[in-house]
């Protein structure tokens, strides 16, 4: 293979992953859009988004995974589609559960904790994709 075929096999590899990114992106608006008034539909696209990202192997960042119910993928929003509750007063744990599916996730509340994506110390480049 030449070098002008691998760079523009590289460059076409490239724009996929930004398209793609783009769609996750996308899909993601439209199911926290549609999650009050359609959970079904919303739940729809968030599989779409969590089987195109495994497809492309791109991961999707945390906050949004925490957004989705690990059962149902429904959207999570305190009071509408999720049960919140707090568990342990004294360390500050909280209890969330699907209102479809029954699925729990617990929170532990942490103030010397940060996740490693929002560490200055882990991130080598900043990439905005306008």
Do not use: H
């Amino acid at each position: 293979m030449s070098r002008s075929e691998e760079k523009l096999r590289k460059k076409k590899q490239e724009f996929n992953v930004e398209i793609t990114q783009n769609r996750i992106n996308y899909l993601y608006q439209l199911s926290t859009a549609l999650a009050e008034q359609c959970p079904g539909l919303s739940s729809t696209y968030n599989s779409i988004m969590k089987g195109l990202s495994q497809k492309s192997l791109l991961k999707i960042d945390p906050e949004i995974k925490r957004n989705i119910c690990k059962g149902c993928d429904t959207m999570l929003i305190p009071g509408k589609t999720v049960t919140c509750r707090t568990i342990k007063k004294s360390k500050g744990t909280i209890k969330w559960s699907c209102n479809f599916c029954g699925k729990s996730k617990t929170f532990r509340k942490n103030n010397n904790n940060c996740m490693w994506s929002e560490n200055s110390e882990f991130l080598l480049q900043t990439i905005i994709y306008d």
